[in-house]
């Protein structure tokens, strides 16, 4: 027989003594998800029947539910309810291939869709300038998303490209890469310099971890065979999702 949401409730709900109430049914909850015994993609009842199997209030329920969609581990569907939420697949990126996300999911065949976070043109920041090589009265193009695969989102994106590139960013509905080879500006080449970091809470809720989870940012300032820099982007990987690698070669001695 199938363990449901309310079998993993104590028959005679939760002691007071025991600690916030919300926190023991968040607890059972998420013992249960990690322990396999709440499959991804199971439903969850009703937040009246799981108040009254615990014996707690609704407000109770909707707070520890909250708590575990925020941490990812249950995902809400809008008219359809709140589902125990599958486990992102990891995938290997490599480091030596120069390739937007949506051609890099194109190429795994995922689905993939983006959720715009910003765009538009704006007076370049002294980084930005830095990274593109632009003056101080300078503007430049940004592009903010969140980027989801299969209905996981996976990571932020935030991309800045000079706008004498890139003069109506209202027109990048898709790969940035393919608008920048419409511009006759695809880049070639590109260094990235790769650094842990704990998800900042904004970052985290976009993500659908909890706050301080790993991630993998990765900064990157890409070039035109001319040694132009074109773009210059910083991203946030899940860390529960992606391994990068690297090919190493042998070099000559010296």
């Not at 059972?28 to 199971?42: N, S, T, Y």
């Not at 996976?154 to 890469?177: H, I, K, N």
């Not at 659908?208 to 989870?213: D, E, R, T």
């Not at 990068?244 to 001695?253: I, M």
Request: glycine share 8%.
């Amino acid at each position: 027989m199938a363990v449901t949401p309310a079998d993993c409730l104590p028959a005679k709900g939760f002691p007071a003594s025991a600690g916030p109430l919300y926190l023991q049914l968040r607890q059972a909850l998420e013992e249960a998800i990690r322990a396999g015994r709440l499959k991804a993609g199971e439903a969850l009842p009703a937040e009246r029947d799981l108040a009254a199997k615990a014996g707690i209030s609704r407000v109770t329920v909707r707070k520890a539910v909250e708590d575990l969609v925020r941490d990812g581990l249950l995902l809400r569907r809008q008219g359809s309810g709140t589902f125990v939420a599958a486990p992102p697949t990891r995938m290997e990126q490599s480091l030596s291939r120069l390739t937007s996300f949506s051609e890099d999911m194109a190429r795994r065949g995922l689905a993939t869709r983006a959720e715009w976070l910003e765009r538009g043109l704006f007076p370049a920041a002294p980084a930005e300038m830095m990274a593109l090589g632009l003056s101080a009265d300078a503007m430049v193009a940004r592009l903010g998303r969140l980027r989801i695969a299969d209905d996981v989102p996976l990571a932020v994106e935030r991309a800045s490209v000079s706008a004498s590139v890139l003069p109506d960013p209202a027109e990048v509905t898709g790969s940035l890469y393919t608008a920048l080879a419409q511009a006759g500006a695809r880049p070639v080449r590109a260094v990235q310099r790769l650094s842990a970091q704990a998800a900042r809470p904004a970052d985290a809720a976009l993500l659908g971890i909890a706050p301080g989870s790993a991630c993998l940012s990765i900064e990157r300032v890409a070039y035109l065979a001319t040694g132009r820099a074109v773009e210059f982007t910083h991203s946030l990987f899940r860390g529960d999702a992606y391994d990068f690698v690297a090919e190493l070669t042998l070099g000559e001695r010296t």
